[in-house]
């Protein structure tokens, strides 16, 4: 079946709202609109639509696109090196979400006139929803230091500047839109440089209110939130503050709130590492020699343009990176275990339920994987299928009872789990004193 336009795309759960198909329609038929249940999602004005389908045919969810990938190893990407590294600048390394590498970058190129500005995230006060903006002052760069796990219309903004010379910061999903977007319209200009960023998916914007509310901040007038400020060292918690408050949460409670608000479309992404940008950069997990307050971000050259920016940069102070073995990053992503389970596992679970599935039939075969024992697929499926209901429910009065309940569950899941913890812990006690005794 041919897809038309993106509201069946929408319809199926699977917007991520990039925001490729508002900035590419030539009737600006198309908003981002947040739906009942807070997620953002691509919304077609039908009196203004005229049926052309450039919308369909560069929509990353779009199971008819499969943009070129230079290896048939869709996991990993190409991968010219790997580094790990920080911001020379210590300010920006103490305000960056890692290490700073993504911040320094963009001030690197922006120092050196290579370009006029950084498509970058921040927190608009107003809505407490971050936000992509054109930032074209060094300062403006350094205040979008950090990372926002929940939506955001980068591609639509990227779009929007095509006028202007840029680099920009985007997840697997905006960078594949763009990558298609490259392939099917060469006319339209896309930014010099694309830094991409590791990314185990985006929630719905909804969690930043449910954070604050935990904080115990009452202010209305919110002037930051930072879903990770390493203030107190990496890798951070969550911090609101106002004019008149300072609340910090323990990450505990972002990590339990993830389940809750995250958007089905990512649970079944391929792309963690994104393959499409000139550079990539996450946290430096399962690196245990650079996991130190201060920060460090680990880095993949994907690209001649990327390296050489890196290089550069390197040469020139604005960063510090040392060479680090692209299967140590890939390891410490878990990308060969737990990503790829997941991600064949999603995908039988999708066919199962016949639903629209992101990706061509039969794309990505012959790749190993360990196949999920009957626990991971049990959770992936319940992640899948209340993900998907959430995000399609329409009434607002039971979008917070699914909420309510998932958080009830989870809350027992964790007590079970600590109560399991406590008891082997119990046990190894009891027979070291049998033994001692
Ligand atoms: C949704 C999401 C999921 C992630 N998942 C992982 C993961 O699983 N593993 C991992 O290792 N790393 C992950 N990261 C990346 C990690 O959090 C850091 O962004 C990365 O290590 C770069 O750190 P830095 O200090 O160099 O970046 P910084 O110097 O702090 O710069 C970060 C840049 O990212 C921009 N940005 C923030 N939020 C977004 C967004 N939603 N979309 C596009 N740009 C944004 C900021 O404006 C800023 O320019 C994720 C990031 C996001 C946003």
Redesign the pocket.
Known sequence: MQIDNISHIATNALCTACGACAGVCPKNAIEIITNTAGYLVAHINNDLCINCRKCAKICPSNPENKPSIETDDIFHGVCLAGYVGYASDST?RQK????????AL?CYLLEKGEIEGAI???LNPQTRR?QAVLASSKSE?ID??????AQ?S?AKTILENSDKTTAA???GC?AESLQLIREKYPNITLPKYTIG??????HSGNMIDDLIEQSGCNDEQLSAFRFRDKSYGWPGDVHVTTSTEDCWLPKESRHRLKQVYELHRCIACYD?MNIFSDIV???P?GISHKQQPE?H??VIARTETGKNLLENAARDGAIVLEELSIEDIFRG?TVDGRHKTKFYTCREIFYENEWLFPYPDNSFENIPFIPANRMVRQNLWKRLTYSRDLYLTTDGEEYLRKVALKKKKLQGNFIQKVVRKAMSYGAVILRKLSIIR
């Open positions: 920006i960056s979400q890692s290490g700073g590498i993504v911040t963009l970058v995230n921040n971050p760069i979008a230091c950090g990372s926002y796990y955001s980068v910061v985007v997840l905006q960023l590791i990314c185990a998916g985006q963690q950069c996450g946290d997990w920060g971000t680990v992503q």
